[in-house]
């Protein structure tokens, strides 16, 4: 894995490597708060060959000494030198019970040997670690020593070089030491944990997974938002968030998906319910519609429909009507928020399935396409009902709308379920992400008081004391003198009128709906006169 993946798994699962760093830290304070102190005393023996008149001898014995020494240092820890300290010193263990306490070892290339006891009382680890050094200069002795040679004449002897002493402070547990550790290995279980969550697909996270699950474009990202589900249309409310962007560049694309083929009836569906697919039928239709583009909203889903609510429009009458043959689609459509035509999901009926495979509503989709610029189709989620399947190929196109923490295999089996009845699966969309650029998008987006102050006019008392020879304006640039706007927002003096964008027929007159800069249509359905558009 490279840096940046890595950079990558710990923002997407910095929750499970959070927790192995904790968890790794509580363990190592559990440890040191439940263990037992133990002392570590420490006596240092020198191990020589025995004197000689012949330097050769000598020097064989020298050489012969330090040889033994890892031998030496298996007979210091031995049971049976053990087994002589317990008998000396009348403890309350075996001598393999004190063997496991003793640790000894000796640096290359030296005659020196360490010995260490541990024990809970520091005095009493003293005491056995010099009574042990004394047991082995005794064992030493006993078979170094060949028999009928005089203790000057030995081969090799042992002698106490320093004395253990009780050790002031504990050598068990290092608080310090133990916890470092432990928060060492539980960062680097949490990150194996991601690792391997992250090979097994069990959820997507990103784009890039969302890209490998699904085999087609991402169309577009929507951070998640905590007030989403109170106010769900976003580009109505907050026209210069960074999620009002987000939905505009989701209309960007999916016109540009395909330049050679035209969208015109775009179905929107997701793998579970929840997902977020009537929210983001909603905000793109809004968007839509504020291109100047005629739109028309079909609440296919007749299980548990919720566009119709979001557009402000009663489903007293509805596609359910239209496709038993009980109304006409002209009576049916009403005018929703945004300048959006919503045709709503009627009565609630028995069998959906049948009334959506019916050729009615093929003959309905025919009907119409002449009418409008662009018709979205909420349905159900692919995969607890057929519902989805059956428009699908009714459509130019399809878009997957995924929530961002849904487990792979759904989404994998809404991709095949859509590809088994040769639906053009367009693009997909992740609803939900955590973004960290999310306010830096937010204040790009949105112009602030200080530049709105920048892009407006002068004061009038810099106009007083200004020049009689006011410089003009680029044409290009020029905008009215009552309130400069940026050029691509530029809006005529309140006596003029703006031209009026192309709406169907029965489209309804905009007001600003408390926004100075943002135009919306009224409520109330009347016949604009020619190139009028009224300002409160």
Request: positive net charge; without cysteine.
């Amino acid at each position: 894995m490279t840096p940046r993946e890595y950079v990558d798994l710990f923002r997407e699962r910095w929750r499970a490597i959070l927790a192995g760093l904790l968890l790794g830290i509580a363990v190592a304070v559990g440890i040191v708060q439940t263990s037992t102190p133990l002392y570590a005393a420490k006596v240092t023996l020198f191990v020589s060959a025995g004197t000689s008149t012949d330097p050769s001898a000598a020097l064989d014995r020298n050489q012969l000494s330090a040889q033994r020494m890892q031998t030496y240092v298996q007979l210091i820890t031995s049971d049976r030198v053990a087994s002589d300290v317990v008998q000396s010193l009348q403890l309350p263990m075996t001598g393999p019970e004190l063997a496991g306490r003793i640790a000894a070892s000796s640096e290359p290339d030296t005659v020196l040997l360490d010995a260490t006891v541990s024990d809970e009382d520091p005095v009493l680890a003293a005491t056995i670690a010099n009574t042990l050094a004394d047991q082995f200069i005794s064992a030493v002795d006993d078979l170094e020593q060949p028999s009928g040679v005089i203790p000057s004449e030995a081969v090799v002897s042992a002698r106490v070089f320093e004395e253990a002493v009780p050790p002031a402070e504990p050598n068990w547990p290092q608080p310090v030491l133990t916890i470092a550790i432990g928060a060492l290995l539980g960062l680097l279980a949490g990150f194996a944990l991601a690792v391997l969550r992250r090979a097994l697909g069990t959820s997507i996270t990103s784009r890039r997974l969302l890209a490998d699950a699904v085999t087609a474009p991402v169309l577009g990202v929507i951070a998640r938002r905590r007030r989403s589900a109170k106010d769900p249309l976003v580009v109505r409310d907050a026209t210069r968030g960074s999620r009002a962007e987000a939905f505009r560049q989701l209309r960007t694309n999916l016109q540009f998906v395909d330049v050679d083929r035209a969208l015109k009836v775009v179905m929107l569906t997701s793998p579970s319910p929840g997902d977020g697919t009537t929210t983001v039928l909603a905000n793109l239709a809004l968007t839509m519609a504020e291109a100047g583009q005629r739109v028309l909203v079909v609440e296919a889903d007749l299980r548990r429909p919720r566009a119709a609510d979001m557009f402000g429009v009663q489903r007293t009458y509805g596609l359910s009507n239209v496709l038993a043959r009980r109304a006409k689609a002209h009576d049916v459509v009403q005018h929703g928020e945004g300048g959006v035509d919503v045709l709503p999901s009627g009565p609630i009926p028995p069998n959906p399935g049948q009334l959506l495979a019916s050729p009615r509503m093929v003959e309905l989709l025919d009907e119409l396409r002449p009418a409008y610029d662009a018709i979205l189709l909420d349905t159900s989620p692919v995969l607890p009902v057929a519902d989805a399947t059956v428009l699908a190929p009714l459509a130019d196109g399809v878009v997957l709308v995924v929530r961002a923490g849904t487990r792979a295999h759904r989404v994998e089996a809404a991709r095949e379920a859509l590809g088994a009845v040769s639906a053009r699966l367009v693009g997909t969309v992740l609803v939900g992400l955590r973004s960290r650029s999310a306010r830096g998008d937010q204040r790009y987006a949105a112009a602030t008081p200080a530049t709105q102050r920048v892009l407006a006019a002068p004061p009038a008392a810099a106009t007083a004391t200004a020049a009689p020879q006011v410089p003009q304006v680029p044409p290009a640039r020029q905008v009215p003198p009552a309130r400069q706007v940026p050029p691509a927002r530029q809006v005529p003096p309140a006596p003029q009128a703006l031209p009026a964008a192309p709406r169907p027929a029965h489209s309804v007159p905009a007001t600003t709906n408390g926004n100075a800069n943002v135009w919306r249509p009224s409520p109330v359905p009347r016949t604009p006169a020619p190139g009028e558009r009224r300002r409160v």
